[in-house]
């Protein structure tokens, strides 16, 4: 009876019973993070697969055995123990504190140096504490022993030293995070990387490695800061008999339809002299600068040539009267039932005119003044509903048309942008009324194609689902 009586029997019987429980729950712990594809899965798995039973073996042997903690054999064991508990802290935090962060939260933008900063200070405490506790090893004296060979070294090394320590104070100060852009004077471009050496810098055209005492010491510009200040500034020739204030309201006009522009930022386009003009846009990134450059160089060339403007100096003869003929015939007469006759007289007031992929063709609100009739290419109406989202409601193709509401002199209910190039025939209002109301049976067809697509924008400000 004695053996019941013993502080080893319930050490036992509590290792027997508790560590099987244990490792069913974590079991099936670990099966539903490993279902929700959590980050926490590796450290569940690390707790139940060595930690936990390395935990209770420790217990058996030290309390139910009774074997002595100073034996070899045992501060091997609790030395192991010890750095598995310490892999699992580390691993821990970081998957909690960092991985799990959101995108534009300050604990994902930290440099990888920081981090690596605290596993070394958190291992080094783990390690001290092991080698005190388990050991039995005078750390002070460790301590100072290091302290002097630091001296030594650092005397030796100065200079190597030094330049770590200014990048050190650099990435203290925070003058940047990751993501964000930097000029250095001599690249531009995105940091993705900080560790203890250098900066990472992504240039589009290549990696920049900037060693961190090189940014301490020089001058560079965070383009990032403050958020949405960045400018790009676009410069265009055209010829110098083009009007400048034409020029300079396609120009404004065509920077407010980008989709890079700033929210709230208002593009400006001046004369700066010799047939050029520069174009100042506000973008939300640095990292669209390429793109809106791109985007609104394509979109002038086309808007240009459509207002009789010529981008450096170039003519545009496009429009051709074998080409309106042709259109004419094909396109718009089936869709007005025009006699030959007619054809001809609209041959002289008819143009040909083009628009580049995601250009705007018409905005909702505004009163065209002209009907534009697709030739080649598609074009994507869209309205907006009440929450600001846009919503596409038809596609129109070869032989449709927009600007409808010519005839009745009302604004647009729709938009509509170009889904790649798209080649159109224009006629202004004045030469088409007559022809038109004329027509009783066309002017009740174009009635009702009016009336459905209105209907198709009332549906989606009712938030309902355009058939």
Not at 16 to 22: E, F, K, M, R
Not at 416 to 435: K, M, N, P, S
Request: glycine letters at 8%.
């Amino acid at each position: 009876m004695g053996g019941w009586d013993d502080p080893w029997f319930y050490w036992a019987i509590g290792v027997a019973i508790g560590l099987p429980i244990a490792l069913i729950v974590l079991t099936e712990v670990h099966d539903l993070l490993l279902r929700r594809n959590s980050r926490l899965t590796r450290q569940v798995s690390l707790l139940r697969n060595w930690v936990l039973p390395l935990g209770a073996l420790l217990l058996l042997i030290v309390q139910a055995s009774q074997i002595p903690a100073r034996d070899v054999p045992v501060r091997v064991l609790t030395t192991v123990f010890g750095v598995l508990v310490l892999t699992l802290l580390l691993s821990g935090l970081n998957a909690t504190v960092f991985q799990g962060a959101p995108e534009d939260s300050w604990r994902r933008k930290m440099p990888g140096i920081f981090l690596d900063v605290a596993r070394f200070a958190v291992i080094g405490a783990g390690l001290a504490v092991m080698l005190s506790y388990i050991w039995g090893v005078r750390v002070g004296g460790l301590f100072a022993a290091l302290g002097v060979t630091s001296v030594v070294i650092g005397l030796m090394l100065q200079n190597s030293v030094g330049q770590i320590v200014s990048g050190l104070f650099m990435l203290f100060e925070q003058p940047f995070r990751i993501g964000e852009w930097l000029d250095t004077g001599t690249a531009q471009g995105r940091v993705v990387e900080v560790n203890w050496r250098a900066v990472h810098i992504d240039t589009g055209s290549g990696m920049r490695i900037m060693p961190n005492s090189m940014l301490a010491t020089t001058a560079f510009t965070n383009v990032s800061r403050p958020p949405g200040a960045h400018k790009v500034a676009i410069t265009t020739t055209f010829s110098t008999a083009d009007p400048p204030d034409r020029v300079c309201a396609m120009l404004t006009r065509i920077a407010r339809g980008l989709p890079h522009v700033q929210l709230g930022s208002v593009p400006k386009s001046v004369p700066v002299g010799a047939a050029e003009y520069r174009t100042t846009i506000g973008l939300s990134s640095p990292e669209d600068a390429g793109a809106a450059k791109a985007t609104f160089l394509r979109w002038v060339w086309y808007a240009a040539r459509r207002e009789n403007l010529h981008l450096d100096e170039a003519d545009d003869d496009f429009s051709t009267p074998p080409q309106i003929e042709h259109a004419l015939r094909t396109v718009v007469a089936p869709t007005l039932r025009l006699s030959a006759e007619e054809q001809r007289s609209l041959q002289s007031c008819a143009r040909i005119i083009r628009y580049g992929a995601d250009e705007v063709v018409e905005r909702a609100g505004e009163v065209p003044g002209a009907m534009t009739f697709v030739v080649a290419g598609r074009v994507q109406m869209t309205a907006t509903a009440d929450d600001g989202s846009v919503v596409p409601i038809s596609t129109l193709v070869e032989g449709s048309f927009l600007g409808l509401t010519a005839l009745t002199r009302q604004p647009n209910s729709a938009s509509a942008y170009a889904l790649e190039e798209v080649t159109a025939l224009e006629i202004g209002r004045e030469h088409l009324e007559d022809l038109v109301m004329n027509e009783p049976l066309l002017l009740q067809s174009l009635g009702n194609i009016l009336e459905e697509r209105r209907s198709k924008v009332r549906q989606v400000r009712r938030g309902e689902r355009v058939g």
